[in-house]
């Protein structure tokens, strides 16, 4: 069983992008509007890549940001032990993977596996991996949808905290099917956080209790 650290209130989030960094907005504004009621505050927000809106995002909110490149690492494994070290120096009690399009390995999951929280645009465990929405148009599903969960070493197989579903229109497309999706991804991602920050969780094999 794995239950929430001790920490200070509000809960210390960092938040890892790769792209737009539309789901860190989200969050970001949730901490703006809600206050110390929240329950947390995102204090860094780091990136794979220079020059993407997500850092920007979080300059224009005053979040101090870094950015650890796979490319200026000889190895995969020492990427991922300078990104888990990176993440560590801002004393995070929960991780939020963002859009964070690179696959993380024993170092950080050691550091960070039971508090990195990721989404996906699907009701896992049905259409895993970076094609969701594309794999649940696929199939001929009439309902997917946007789950929230905990990240492990698998391919978005963690344990799940949260999920919506999202009814599939005839006319719809990847694209427009996504967007719906992203709308509820980005309050269920806000919702989710706020939750584990103020009322704390514990992690039970595959199920996450929240109080």
Same mark, same amino acid.
């Given at each position: #069983?794995?239950?929430?650290?001790?920490?200070?209130?509000?809960?210390?989030?960092?938040?890892?992008?790769?792209?737009?960094?539309? +789901?860190?907005?989200?969050?970001?504004? =949730?901490?703006? %509007? *809600?206050?110390?009621?929240?329950?947390?505050?995102?204090?860094?927000?780091?990136?794979?890549?220079?020059? /993407? @809106?997500?850092?920007?995002?979080?300059?224009?909110?005053?979040?101090?940001?870094?950015?650890? !490149?796979?490319?200026?690492?000889?190895?995969?494994?020492?990427?991922?032990?300078?990104?888990? *070290?990176?993440?560590?120096?801002?004393?995070?009690?929960?991780?939020?993977?963002?859009?964070? #399009?690179?696959?993380?390995?024993?170092?950080?999951?050691?550091?960070?596996?039971?508090?990195? $929280? +990721?989404?996906?645009?699907?009701?896992?465990?049905?259409?895993?991996?970076?094609?969701?929405? !594309?794999?649940?148009?696929?199939?001929?599903?009439?309902?997917?949808?946007?789950?929230?969960?905990? #990240?492990? =070493?698998?391919?978005?197989?963690?344990? /799940?905290?949260?999920?919506?579903?999202?009814?599939?229109?005839?006319?719809?497309? %990847?694209?427009?099917?996504? @967007?719906? /999706?992203?709308?509820?991804?980005?309050?269920?991602?806000?919702?989710?956080?706020?939750?584990? =920050?103020?009322?704390?969780? !514990? /992690? %039970?094999?595959?199920?996450?209790? $929240?109080?």
């Amino acid at each position: #069983m794995a239950a929430a650290p001790e920490r200070t209130s509000p809960a210390r989030v960092v938040v890892l992008v790769s792209g737009s960094g539309t +789901n860190l907005q989200a969050l970001l504004d =949730a901490v703006a %509007e *809600g206050g110390a009621a929240y329950g947390a505050e995102v204090v860094a927000v780091g990136a794979d890549r220079d020059g /993407i @809106e997500g850092l920007r995002r979080a300059e224009r909110a005053g979040v101090p940001t870094f950015v650890c !490149r796979v490319r200026d690492f000889a190895t995969r494994a020492e990427w991922d032990a300078a990104l888990a *070290g990176a993440v560590a120096a801002h004393r995070p009690d929960l991780v939020v993977s963002a859009g964070f #399009m690179k696959i993380v390995g024993t170092a950080f999951l050691a550091a960070f596996g039971d508090r990195t $929280i +990721n989404t996906h645009p699907a009701l896992l465990p049905s259409f895993p991996g970076a094609h969701g929405v !594309r794999d649940a148009l696929a199939h001929g599903v009439r309902v997917t949808g946007c789950t929230v969960h905990f #990240m492990d =070493a698998g391919v978005d197989s963690g344990p /799940i905290i949260a999920q919506e579903a999202v009814a599939i229109r005839e006319a719809d497309d %990847e694209a427009a099917l996504h @967007e719906r /999706i992203k709308d509820v991804e980005r309050r269920l991602l806000v919702d989710v956080v706020g939750r584990l =920050a103020r009322d704390g969780y !514990r /992690i %039970e094999g595959r199920k996450v209790h $929240i109080p």
